[in-house]
């Protein structure tokens, strides 16, 4: 369309004259090193306490600081905390903190902040919850020791205290830490390595957060969530995009340093650009999830979920949300493909579609319909429903697909009404692997049913008492054989149905050095060169 | 400003006469041709296409034209042929029922309106609050509550422009009241359903096929823009409009994928605009005038 | 009647307008079936931390009560707190007021400078190239998606020729130049459908006075053609050009909303749209307010302005 070169360059001279009045210099004058970043989503819920979304963990990181970290070998590491000890009876965990951390508003961070903090998180995280079970006393020993005394014996107290997953105990200062944990913090005052620029918060558009010259690092370098945290940088702007296209558009004309999620079908044109490195920082990758109510028909049953599951073909859903091969991996594994919990028991992640209406007739499906609720913002989440919509059809099953933004879907999936009454019966979810890595943090295995439990509500006492087998096992062989029977027994009863592993590389410009392998987008260690 | 005429009272419409009269206007002909064309292969469709439209094959995503897939699949490995045939039914289908809502609910309103005049007031007053509303902030509004679906897509879509239907029907039926005739015939004991159908009705024929025409195009066109915004027709349906905005991110690897829904949505709403334009010009000149919609 | 009077009378009859504006406004997402107070909550909440949070928004009461207590509160200058950010919704308003404002006036007074010409010239030399070019253009114009249009000018204008930035809005604070040079292409992208329908009725206007008396009376008086077409001719066929630009606020507005999306402008319309997909009711509330308001003032002050254009009018 546009080949005519020679009245195309004497255009593109005619319109630069014209551009050329107007247009400043296209590098805007800034002091100190910026990096303008557009990530998955724009921040709007700033609490990192009660909002699950990544976005909120990812918010939370850059201002807050936790008392334990997870490196990227999986290893828990101390981060706030300096020194600890645990009684020879498995039972008294005491704390000290290293000195000099304070908090933006120049308080220092002490016993008083921490014991509050974690209570508040305790009540909103499921990992949390579960270790205050036997907790039974937080107390304070001086300004920058304390204690945590269990009732008996549990593995997990480290592994909770340095969970990377959504939801992560970040410690504020005690005023607002004694909030609610309904009441959103409205006040960011952390102790992390970035400050928030209040003033320029732009609620779903830009968040600003700036280098804590105050910060404490730890002298080990970056590693994972863990390790020094020394900002390079002045200034981390969030921006958001609405439109992926815009956001590769503007990387490639260097109007931004980092974009977190192109669609992998853009990554072709983002490699290809002059200033533009395609990376990935986060080995782990993503997993996604099918997720079906096990409280309304048809998949109250469980060869009707089974039936699902074998109807599915993970390469098919792979392709639909992925497309190259390269960035994606069938598997069975419910804690992810290289975790240290990986086992492909239970599923070959394959199509066996005479099983499948086998189980469908065993089940008594009598053509109850099931209402798949997708989601359009991303192609992650709206290929793969299409994909699974057509291949219940193709076994006789009855299904309406009802599309919504992700929004409308988190308001809608925590509905426990039946399909008549507003409810729902099958869901695709993606989430990072760190979610799902540890059987205890996982929501996904949450069997508590209707009362505690997660989106779904799965209910099965053999799981949870297998999870408690597993919060109480210290062995990391014997933890990993607990492991396998949880994904055996989930397989069976079919708390979700897992759809494989897939990587999300980040574009950034060239400029960027350094960035840290991590779980989430991390901009302490970032160098901005020119 | 009234840009309404008011044609004479005996005015009986020579269905003939009159069909000789559009096909020989050219604007309205390029309009019905285009029209014809997109019904045909609506009807059509089934014998059209040559692979099933809904037909997922993830593995031969994004392919280029081949013998199979005439103009290549999409990043579902669907057929684009397919499916822009199909596409050509969803988007009559919004086309026509948002004029027709827009179009009966309009006209009923504004026949109250201009007939009743105590519930006159209240009601524009209704209409013009809803006017102040911008439409698509208002379809996206109705479909956030709604969920979206072909029909609460369409019911969006059509409530806006209800109150523009409204206040042209009403605005003629206020000048046909003040007509000396129209008056004559009250005061003769004329009943109203007589009076409607006698004076009333055949002055509106000609702008409300016009309006129509113009909410129909509108309507396309807002399909689309709601499918850009992530709030559109669901991806089972295949609408020119979603096509368009799920091919924004395969634009670099295949052009046509955006290209394609793109020339047939402007191709129809030049048809339909075109067939209304050349409609007004002839059924009423004068109301050239008031092109934008009735102020 | 005297110029204060009729400015008197006009802005009273605003009142109801906007009374419905609001009624819809705070209607519009009750029936809707998210609930935002169970997104809010979070996925691991219980039923009393939900009902606590209903209490809190004052969710609990009567429709009704909701409604006096918004209409109270708003007509003190508060239009409530996002559900979702915390934030005041007067202050997030403000926050996003400017590029969506920016973005309207350079579009209106583009199209406006492009598309009045056109249109007389048109009229001018009626069926020639450039009426009919014109009549082509805003065809089309009416033709395509806007956000098609939007990324036509950035593949052709920035990643071919890399002449403007593909997004982003930069205030007027940081200077003239950086900020027209941001809107230029959002300009580009409204105002087609806006130059389109400007035109069109600037040469249909034109043409009927044109026809008119005075103008041959100007022309057998030997006045140049310039002068009789832009001085007699215009003036006379201001009144419907004027209105159209007052109509196609809401036209622009519907278009605003998608070209924030394209251009990533942190304008209202893209305000109104995410706290639509957030169910946050009183974000979506204040937005649909403001932007009727603002509609009914701009309609009132191009009727008021009709005065100004053709005399006869203020008399009736």
Request: hydrophobic share 50%; charged share 15%.
């Amino acid at each position: 369309m546009f080949n005519d070169f020679s009245r195309r360059s004497l255009l593109k001279a005619g319109a630069a004259g014209l551009a050329a009045g107007m247009m400043p210099r296209i590098a805007r004058a800034q002091s100190g090193k910026v990096i303008r970043a557009v990530m998955h989503a724009p921040l709007r819920a700033t609490d990192p306490v009660i909002n699950t979304a990544w976005t909120g963990r990812n918010h939370g990181l850059n201002i807050y600081d936790t008392l334990f970290s997870t490196d990227s070998k999986f290893q828990i590491r101390p981060q706030m905390v300096d020194t600890y000890e645990v009684s020879a009876d498995k039972l008294t965990y005491t704390f000290k903190l290293r000195s000099g951390l304070k908090f933006h508003d120049g308080a220092p961070v002490t016993s008083a902040d921490v014991i509050p903090s974690l209570q508040r998180w305790a009540k909103r995280d499921t990992m949390g919850a579960r270790m205050m079970t036997f907790v039974a006393e937080l107390k304070p020993v001086d300004e920058r020791t304390f204690q945590l005394v269990l009732k008996s014996p549990y593995g997990q107290v480290l592994q909770t205290l340095a969970k990377p997953s959504s939801i992560m105990p970040f410690i504020m200062p005690a005023r607002l830490a004694a909030q609610p944990p309904e009441q959103p913090v409205t006040e960011f005052v952390g102790s992390g390595p970035f400050r928030f620029v209040t003033s320029e918060f732009r609620p779903g558009s830009r968040a600003v957060y700036e280098r804590n010259a105050d910060y404490v690092s730890r002298d080990e370098p970056s590693d994972g969530l863990a390790g020094g945290k020394i900002v390079k940088i002045d200034r981390y702007e969030w921006i958001s995009m609405p439109d992926f296209q815009t956001a590769a558009n503007a990387l490639i004309n260097k109007e931004i340093d980092f974009l977190e999620a192109a669609p992998h079908d853009m990554l072709p044109s983002l490699i290809a650009a002059k200033d533009v490195t395609v990376a990935d920082y986060n080995p782990l990758g993503f997993m996604s999830v099918v997720r079906m109510n096990w409280l309304s028909e048809p998949f109250n049953k469980q060869e009707i979920r089974q039936a699902v599951m074998y109807a599915s073909d993970q390469a098919d859903w792979l392709d639909a949300q992925v497309g190259n091969p390269d960035y994606y991996q069938a598997s069975a594994a419910m804690f992810g493909v290289t975790t240290p919990l990986a086992s492909e028991v239970g599923w070959n992640t394959k199509p066996d579609i005479a099983r499948a209406k086998d189980l469908l007739k065993k089940g008594g499906y009598k053509g109850e319909k099931a209402v798949m609720l997708q989601g359009t913002d991303s192609p992650l989440l709206s290929g793969s429903s299409t994909v699974t919509a057509q291949k219940l059809r193709a076994i006789g099953m009855n299904v309406e697909v009802q599309t919504m933004d992700w929004g409308s879907l988190l308001a809608r999936r925590v509905k426990q009404d039946s399909t008549a009454n507003g409810g729902w019966s099958m869901t695709h979810w993606v989430t990072t692997t760190t979610e799902l890595m540890n059987p205890l943090a996982s929501t996904v295995l949450d069997t508590r049913g209707k009362t505690g439990g997660f989106f779904g509500w799965p209910e099965d006492t053999e799981i949870e008492s297998l999870r408690n087998k597993f919060a109480l096992e210290t062995d990391a062989a014997a933890q990993k054989t607990v492991a396998e029977a949880i994904q055996k027994r989930a397989y069976d009863v079919m708390t979700h149905i897992p759809g494989g592993q897939f990587k999300q590389p980040v574009s950034h410009s060239k400029a960027l050095k350094n960035i840290v392998t991590a779980p989430a987008p991390l901009f302490w260690n970032v160098e901005k060169t020119a | 400003m009234s840009a309404i005429t008011v044609s004479a009272p005996t005015s009986s419409i020579n269905i003939r006469a009159f069909a000789g009269r559009l096909l020989r206007n050219r604007t309205v002909l390029f309009g019905l041709c285009i029209l014809v064309l997109l019904a045909l292969i609506s009807i059509f469709a089934s014998w059209l296409w040559t692979v099933d439209p809904a037909a997922i094959k993830p593995r031969l995503r994004l392919r280029p034209p081949s013998a199979v897939n005439w103009l290549g699949t999409d990043n579902l490995g669907r057929d684009i042929w397919s499916r822009l045939v199909y596409g050509s039914r969803v988007s009559l289908v919004v086309g026509g029922s948002v004029a027709f809502i827009a179009v009966a609910l309009g006209s009923l309103l504004g026949l109250i309106a201009g007939m009743v005049r105590w519930i006159d007031n209240v009601l524009m007053r209704m209409m013009d609050g809803m006017m102040a509303i911008p439409a698509i902030l208002l379809a996206i509004a109705l479909i956030g509550g709604l969920g979206p679906s072909i029909t609460t897509i369409c019911i969006a879509i059509a409530i806006p422009e209800i109150p523009r239907v409204a206040r042209m029907v009403r605005s003629v039926v206020l000048t046909v009241r003040e007509e000396a005739y129209v008056e004559a015939a009250v005061s003769m004991g004329t009943r109203l359903p007589v009076l409607m159908a006698r004076h009333i009705v055949p002055n509106i024929m000609a702008p409300l096929i016009v309006q129509a025409t113009y909410i129909a195009s509108s309507a396309i066109l807002i399909e689309a823009s709601l499918s850009f915004l992530g709030i559109g027709m669901p991806d089972e349906i295949p609408s020119w409009g979603n096509m368009m905005s799920d091919a924004r991110l395969y634009f670099q690897v295949r052009p046509g994928l955006m290209l394609f829904p793109g020339i047939c949505i402007a191709l129809t709403v030049l048809g339909i605009n075109r067939l209304g334009d050349g409609l007004r010009d002839m059924l009423d000149p004068r109301l050239a005038r008031s092109v934008g919609g009735p102020k | 009647m005297a110029v204060a009077g009729v400015l008197l009378k006009r802005s009273v009859s605003v009142i109801p307008v906007l009374g419905v504006v609001a009624l819809i406004a705070f209607m519009l997402l009750r029936f809707a079936s998210g609930d935002p107070v169970a997104q809010l909550a979070g996925d691991n909440a219980d039923p009393a931390a939900i009902a606590a949070i209903r209490a809190r928004l004052g969710l609990d009461q009567p429709l009704a009560m909701q409604f006096l207590n918004w209409l109270w509160r708003m007509l003190h200058g508060d239009l409530g707190t996002s559900i979702v950010s915390g934030q005041p919704v007067t202050a997030l308003i403000a926050q996003r007021v400017g590029p969506t404002v920016a973005v309207s006036i350079t579009t209106i007074v583009f199209s406006v400078v492009v598309g009045v010409p056109i249109g007389v010239l048109a009229a001018w030399r009626r069926g020639g190239w450039l009426d009919r070019f014109a009549m082509w253009t805003s065809v089309t114009g009416f033709a395509v998606p806007t956000f098609a249009i939007g990324y036509f000018w950035i593949y052709l204008l920035s990643m071919q020729f890399g002449l403007f930035p593909v997004q982003g809005y930069v205030p007027l604070s940081d200077g003239l130049g950086l900020f027209l040079w941001h809107l230029t292409l959002p300009t580009l992208t409204l105002s087609l459908v806006y130059i389109a329908l400007i035109a069109r009725v600037a040469r249909t206007s034109m043409l009927e006075v044109l026809s008119e008396d005075f103008v041959r009376t100007a022309r057998a008086k030997g006045l140049p053609e310039r002068i009789v077409v832009f001085k007699h001719a215009l003036r006379n066929a201001a009144v419907p050009i004027v209105s159209i630009v007052g109509i196609g606020i809401a036209l622009l507005i519907g278009g605003v909303v998608v070209t924030e999306s394209v251009f990533n402008l942190p304008g209202l319309g893209r305000l109104v749209v995410d706290s639509v997909l957030a169910r946050d009711y009183p974000v979506i509330q204040g937005v649909i307010v403001v932007f009727g308001s603002a509609y009914v003032a701009i309609n009132l002050l191009v009727d008021l302005s009709y005065s100004f254009f053709d005399p006869r009018i203020s008399q009736q």
